[in-house]
Structures are given as structure tokens and as C-alpha cells.
């Protein structure tokens, strides 16, 4: 570890994925073997008990680093290492998904799903102390103990949600990725499950990697932001710094395009254009095509990473210029 | 001017096996010509419902069970299937979610398009050919002359939307009902969707219900916005006010749960509790569980829309107290 107060260091994450066609295909058709490069050269660092955002949009590579770093992909190429936990042991990783309709088992009780991780790791000898640990936990989270015995087509998908904080909270982790966790629920519902995960961060200590598109969430829940495209990152910072001042031509037009309630009807710059394919992303830097800035160096050049002047870093060659 | 959309307490049922479901009740709005009319709420408020019921395609067993739709002055509610199936591209055009569903993916969209366009003026093949490019071209698709042959799944996300939008506009209706056209689409597009549906909207001169459940969207689209909650409009009137000046608690809530993007708060105001089932509505207003300022009234009176602000809400707070 570079640092005793970071909970996780990734360092120089890649991961492709073989898309090729079936041999067959390949042999008939002649067709080389293909490969999506879904995260390159990924950097990051989370403090203790901070909470780091990736945001993007589809297809960027975010989720890919939530499953890496929970372990669900193994990296191509790079290292993933957490500090240790209370008790020396690497730190446990828990992940909460988006969709609480397809993440909780429809035939299982909830008691049984919460206390899968408990048994499954053996942190409790006997029944009665899962048990009581399932009903500790469903307290934390706003439920009642009573509500082990329902099934999750009973709750609604505010409450489901919470199932899904209580399973992960179960082990009691240090370390939580939230993949998009509010993005199946209404605004109001939402509000109320960030109030939740802000109050359990202060209360247990917990780590959170946050996973979302909706910058507006981001700034909410987040201490750091790492703005992702096309499997890279492109500028990452603090949170007020990133929103008071934007480095990289993306986040900008990031921040110019996304709708905001109590700033309707602003001048914005539209983005035009359209991500492009990760099975063959643009020379240079990826963003060129879309750039208002870009030059003929751009199209040729890939930029390296250099430091933001008020802290973090910025992966462009005209940062922090006009647009 | 006739109206492009006048809904007279619109009521819709469901016959079940368990009693009549009310899923709307007395809904009044009504959408000018040129105008964007944003219809807000969380899942099940009956916002899409209302949508629906103004196409005609509300599903078995639901009905209409009382007041009446006026598209461009025709009355429409009362209309057989086979009539109503002229209306629908005529009179009104529809946008809904997912493009690649509303797109038939057997036909190459010139074929969709010219199809559409013949049935509903009396141009020919090789004249709605025409039309169809130009539609293309109006909707900003790039090299329409070419694409035209190109089959949906040619078509990015973004791309097929636009293709949707020509489609809802080949007929020249006077409504077109926008059911989260930009739900599905990254923030990128999604500006560049609501800008141009915006454009055309005004170009045309045709009114637009816009559908969603985003309010930042409705804030930057919409002139007029209505609230819906639990089968009921609860206040309706121009965005500006009732995002800046709500005169509804619901909406109230609502906006104090929306993360905003200027400046980071401790805590999101939440309302408690979810929105009630259709088979559970309290007795008096339907929000008075959830509601902050709920009083004895609350409870037994059911509140209609009244004059409140620059607009009107269904609270009994703007019709003689709660107590």
C-alpha cells in the first residue's frame, strides 16, 4: 500500500473481453480474433471511510471496475489491493446492485437472504445468533426484525433496496460498491435510501466506490469524483473542485448537458455526436471526435495523465484551456 | 384556438376479481398548440396511464369510465377501435420509451416511414419517399438520403429515437404524446433529443405531452407542468413556478428530494413512506400519510384543484385549512 489511509489501491486496471466469433465463423470467414479493451490503464485510490465516484455513460467501463474490484471479473492486466481490515485480514468487499427486482432471490425469505453471507462465511455459531444478527441488521437499515419472514415480492422498490444494503451490510464489510444503486427507484424513494447510505457511512465507518451516471447523485453522496470515458479515466478530483472547475472538455460538456431543476433553460453547449464503439475507439484521444477543442494532434496523439492545478489529475493536452 | 388536448375529468377503472381499481380520477389538463405540457410523478402515479388513455390503447380490462378527451376539439373517448386507429397518426403521434421497440425490426425505416406517411396523406410512393428524407433530415439524422435504407438495429440508441420522432411527426399531428422519450438514452442525447423535440415542437405547431418521471428534464423542456399522484393531477401550472414556488406538499417533497447540482446539502429532504397501491387509497386526500401539514380535514375531505399560486393544487390548504 502507497498510503496506510487509503482502503483501496487500483493500479493500472485493464481488462478485455474476447468478443470473437464463434472458431467456425472465424476459420470460414477469415475473420481475426476481436478484443474489447472495456477498462485501460484505470488509476484510483479510495480513502478510509471517503467515498469515490465513477460516473459516465453507458458503455464507459464503469460497472466493469465495480466488478473487478469485487472480484466478480479477473483483471487482464494490473493490481487491485485492499488495505487491511480490523483484523488484518484484506478487506471485504460487498456490492449493491441496481435492479433490487433482479438482485434478491424471489424464492427466498429475506430472513434467509440476509443471512447468506453470515452462514456462508460462518461468522455466527448458531442459528439464534444469525437470526439475531438478521434482525440487527434490518433495524439498520429502517425495517422491522418481522419483516425476515416476507418474501421480496412484498416490499416495494425502495424497500427492496434496502434488503440489498441489509445482505451487503450482513458481513459486516468496511468496504461497500454501489453499482447504480438508486437508479431503478423514484426521486423520492432515492432521497431517502441516500439519506440511508450517508447515515450508515458515518455510523459503521464505511468505504463506499459509487458507481452512477447522475452527476447530481455523484455530488450528493461523493468526496471524489473520477469521470470515466470509454474505458479510461479522464479527469478525477475532488468533488467541489471538479464541479467548480472542470478540466477536461468531457466532464464540461458533462456538466453543461445534464438537466438541473433549479437552473432550467441555461445556455448549454449541446455534446454532438454520440459515444463511440469500444470495439474500435478513435486514435489518439477518444473523446476527439466529440471535442469542441480538438486539433489535428489529438486525432494523433493519446494524452498522457498531468496533475489538475487545485489536486487531482486530468488526462487532456489543451486542459483547462477555453472552450 | 381549439385546444390540442383537452382531458375533462378523465376517469379510468380496472375490474378485478378483488373490486374496481380507480388507476385515474377526475384528471383535467389541457396542452395549447405549441405548447410542451410536462407530466410529472413517481411509477404508478398514472402519468403514463393518462398517456394511454388519450391514444386509445389503454389494456384490457382497464376503460374509461367517465369525462371526456378532445384532441384538436374532436372528441376521441368515445371512439370504436377501428376509428380511433385513424386518429392515432393523424391527429396524434406518439413517442415511447425504448425506440428499438417501437420500430419494427423487419423493415428498413424508409419502408416504416413511407408506409406511415401514405396512410395518412395522399401522397405516392415516390413522393413519401421524399417526405421520408425530409423528415429525416428535420430530425437531424446525417446522411439521410442514405440511411433511409438502413434497417433499426443500424441505428444507435440516440439515432433510433430521432427515427421515432420522424415517425410520430409523419402524419402532422396536432398532439404528440412523449411517454420518458429520453428515458433510455444517456445525458449526452438526451439533451440533444429534448432540444430538438423542442424545436419541432415549436415548428409544427403541435402540442407535446411529455411524459416522465424526471423532473430536471421537465424543467428544461416543458412551459407548463402537472403533478400527478396516485391517480390525480395534484397541481398543475408554468414549470418555473411550480419548481421554484410548489404549492402542493407533494411537490414540495419532491423537490427537496431531487439532488440538486449547485450546491451540496448534509441531508436530502425525503418523504416518508411510499405512494399508496391503487387498492389501498386512504380515505380523504391521497397523499394525508405522507403529508407534513395533514390535519383532521385531510382525512376525510378529498381535495379538488383550486386557483393556488400562478397555478392551481389539489390541497386543502388553498381551500379552507386542513383543520
Known sequence: ?323 | MTKALDVRDLSVEFPTRHGVLNALSDVSLTVNQGEILGVVGESGAGKSMTGMSVLGLLEPPGRISGGEIRIAGERTDNLSEKEMAKVRGRLVGAIFQDPLTSLNPLFSVGQQLVETIRLHTDLDRVGGRRRAVELLKQVGIPGAEERIDHYPHQFSGGMRQRVVIALALAGNPKLIIADEPTTALDVSIQAQITALLKTLCREHGAGVMLVTHDMGVIAETADRVAVMYAGRVVEIGPVDEVVNRPQHPYTRGLMGSIPALGARVERLAQIDGAMPRLNAIPPGCAFNPRCPDAGPRCRELRPSLVPAGAGSAACLIHDGGVA
Open chain 1, 1 to 323: 500500500m502507497r498510503s496506510p489511509d487509503n482502503a483501496l489501491e487500483v493500479d493500472q486496471l485493464t481488462r478485455t473481453f474476447d468478443v470473437s466469433a464463434p472458431w467456425l465463423n472465424r476459420v470460414l470467414e477469415r475473420k481475426p480474433k476481436r478484443y474489447l479493451r472495456a477498462v485501460q490503464d484505470v488509476t484510483f485510490t479510495v480513502g478510509r471511510g471517503k467515498c469515490l465516484a465513477l460516473v459516465g455513460e453507458s458503455g464507459c467501463g464503469k460497472s466493469t471496475v465495480a466488478r473487478l474490484v469485487t472480484g466478480l471479473y479477473a483483471p487482464t492486466e494490473g493490481s487491485i489491493v485492499f488495505a487491511p481490515d480490523r483484523n488484518g485480514a484484506p478487506m471485504e468487499a460487498q456490492m449493491i446492485f441496481q435492479d433490487p427486482h433482479a438482485s434478491l432471490n424471489p424464492r427466498w425469505r429475506v430472513g434467509d437472504i440476509i443471512a447468506e453471507p453470515i452462514r456462508e462465511f460462518g461468522l455466527r455459531d448458531s442459528d439464534e445468533a444469525t437470526n439475531a444478527r438478521v434482525a440487527e441488521v434490518l433495524k439498520i437499515v429502517g425495517l422491522s426484525p418481522d419483516d425476515a419472514g416476507r418474501y421480496p415480492h412484498e416490499f416495494s422498490g425502495g424497500q427492496r433496496q434496502r434488503i440489498s444494503i441489509a445482505r451487503a451490510l450482513a458481513s459486516e464489510p468496511e468496504f461497500l460498491v454501489c453499482d447504480e444503486p438508486t437508479s431503478a427507484l423514484d426521486v423520492s424513494v432515492q432521497a431517502q435510501i441516500l439519506n440511508l447510505m450517508r447515515r450508515l457511512q458515518d455510523e459503521l465507518g464505511l468505504t463506499y466506490l459509487f458507481i452512477s451516471h447522475n452527476l447530481a447523485v455523484v455530488r450528493h453522496m461523493a468526496d471524489r469524483i473520477a469521470v470515466m470515458y470509454l474505458g479510461r479515466i479522464v479527469e478525477e478530483a475532488e468533488t467541489e473542485a471538479l464541479f467548480a472547475n472542470p478540466q477536461h472538455p468531457y466532464t464540461r460538456l458533462l456538466l453543461q448537458t445534464i438537466p438541473d431543476v433549479r437552473a432550467p433553460n441555461r445556455t448549454r453547449a449541446l455534446m454532438g455526436g454520440e459515444p463511440p464503439s469500444p470495439l474500435n475507439p478513435p486514435a489518439g484521444c477518444a473523446f476527439h471526435p466529440r471535442c469542441p477543442m480538438a486539433t489535428e494532434r489529438c486525432g494523433r496523439e493519446a494524452p498522457s495523465v498531468r496533475p489538475r492545478p487545485e489536486g487531482g489529475r486530468v488526462a487532456c493536452h489543451y486542459a483547462g484551456d477555453s472552450l
